[in-house]
């Protein structure tokens, strides 16, 4: 199945080359040059496309065409390995493509992938130095050339072309091959930037995710001792205090001061315990485990805003899709962060909680009526210690595979939105 979708792949960036060319010849003022339309070509798919087969397969077929060759492939060096092994064919059987393969320094391929410098021969049927004389024999292969695929002087790879009949190569021919090699070695080294970058980060984000994991784990053992320990003394402890205001009164104590004394001790352990119960909440919001993330996200703002004065509007509908608890974790502290943010710094008088489907992301926003701020500046303030929540959550939303953004002018509010993909990549959509 993945082998088709590349070949339909290949065959439309064909398509989109061809055109290209097209183009370029009808836009002249002269008749092109073949070798200009030819560079034009695989310079077009090299910007246009992202595909490296389909890269390769448009730089083979322009040599082919432009040799009048009759069949070709391109190779790449393994650097671990040092083999050089066909990646694109054209007009080669399958098991020449799969059998034939050489290390740096052996056969012609081989050859030119060492020094660097192009090969031509008249006739490969003949060489006593080929690799796999018995393929070359069955494919009928005669006439050769082999040019290395170069980038900031490293060779990457080779590309050859062949034909049926022994003949002599031009100069011309040469140098078309050797420039189109150019081309897609530039090509190869650029694709393996990208493959290593692509592996950083993943291997970024694991690592990251990690973190995360053992970030939670060791709030949710806080929250553990917290509740079996500290909790439990503090509501032992405003419990007995109670007792002794009722014995007190009970007695008909006329001691005002020691009576004020006790029940402000009260009061106070009473307070404490409450903001030691809000904490144990924060690290470990057990609402998701028991209510999902709607229902959590509504219980958990509606406790921390009313007390504030703040009105709260929500917009969210039941996620039919099954979300990982990772992902559940992050969405909720995306809007604990956010809400924390309106309480401390935004003097708003609304929030809007929006939490829906869309297509094939899942989008949630907090959004609030505040002062809000000048996005510009976000780098000044955290140089001040502030801004950091903002960044913390973008970061967390990539762990995830999600995209967050901050919108935002002085006078008009805030809004921090994430598109979270329910499959494949997010689709960003700008309001």
């Keep these: 199945m993945e082998r088709g979708k590349e070949e339909i792949t290949v065959k439309m960036a064909k398509k989109e080359a061809e055109d290209d060319a ?6 002249s003022e002269e008749e092109e040059d073949n070798f200009i339309i030819a560079i034009s070509r695989v310079s077009a798919a090299i910007s246009g496309l992202g595909n490296l087969d389909a890269i390769l397969s448009i730089g083979l077929d322009t040599a082919l065409k432009s040799l009048d060759g009759k069949a070709g492939g391109v190779m790449l060096l393994d650097e671990e390995s040092g083999f050089l092994s066909y990646r694109v064919t054209s007009g080669l059987s399958e098991r020449y ?5 050489m290390k740096t320094g052996q056969g012609i391929a081989g050859k030119v992938a060492q020094s660097g410098k192009a090969i031509l021969v008249d006739d490969i049927s003949a060489e006593h130095n080929a690799t796999r004389p018995d393929l070359i024999s069955l494919e009928g292969l005669r006439a050769f050339v082999s040019v290395p695929l170069k980038a900031n002087e490293k060779v990457l790879g080779v590309m050859n072309i062949t034909s049926d009949k022994p003949r002599t190569f031009s100069q011309r021919d040469i140098y078309m091959c050797k420039s189109i090699g150019d081309q897609l070695g530039t090509a190869v080294e650029q694709s393996r ?3 290593r970058l692509r592996r950083g980060r993943e291997r970024y984000r694991q690592l990251a995710r990690r973190v995360i ?7 949710k053992k806080i929250a553990r001792d917290l509740h079996d320990e500290t909790s439990q003394i503090l509501a032992g402890l405003a419990l007995n205090l109670q007792a002794l205001i009722e014995m007190a009164e009970g007695k008909d104590i006329q001691d ?9 001790s009260h009061s106070f352990t009473v307070q404490i315990h409450t903001e030691v119960s809000r904490i144990i909440a924060d690290l470990r919001p057990t609402q998701l485990d028991t209510l999902g993330l709607v229902a959590a996200i509504r219980q958990y703002v509606n406790s921390i805003v009313v007390s504030q004065g703040i009105k709260v509007h929500f917009d969210m509908e039941p996620i039919e899709k099954h979300l990982l608890p990772e992902e559940e974790l992050s969405l909720f502290r995306l809007v604990q962060g956010a809400v924390g943010n309106i ?7 609304n929030i809007v909680i ?33 801004g950091y929540g ?5 970061e967390r939303m990539t762990l995830i595979g999600a995209t967050c953004n901050v919108q935002t002018q002085p006078g008009k509010g805030t809004t921090v939105k994430a598109f979270f993909p329910l499959s494949g990549k997010a689709t960003v959509k700008e309001d």
Excluded: C, P, Y
């Design 22 to 27: 097209v183009h370029i010849e009808g836009t």
């Design 97 to 101: 493509s799969e059998e034939m393969f």
């Design 193 to 195: 930037l990208n493959e």
């Design 213 to 219: 994991v053992a970030q939670e784990k060791e709030r």
């Design 256 to 264: 005002r001061q020691f009576m004020d004394i006790l029940k402000k």
């Design 343 to 349: 309480i401390q710094h935004s003097e708003a008088e």
């Design 354 to 386: 929006f939490l829906k489907q869309q297509d094939d992301n899942l989008v949630l926003s907090v959004s609030d009526d505040g002062k809000g701020f000048e996005i510009e500046k976000l780098t000044e303030m955290r140089e001040r210690g502030r």
């Design 390 to 394: 903002l960044l913390h959550m973008k």
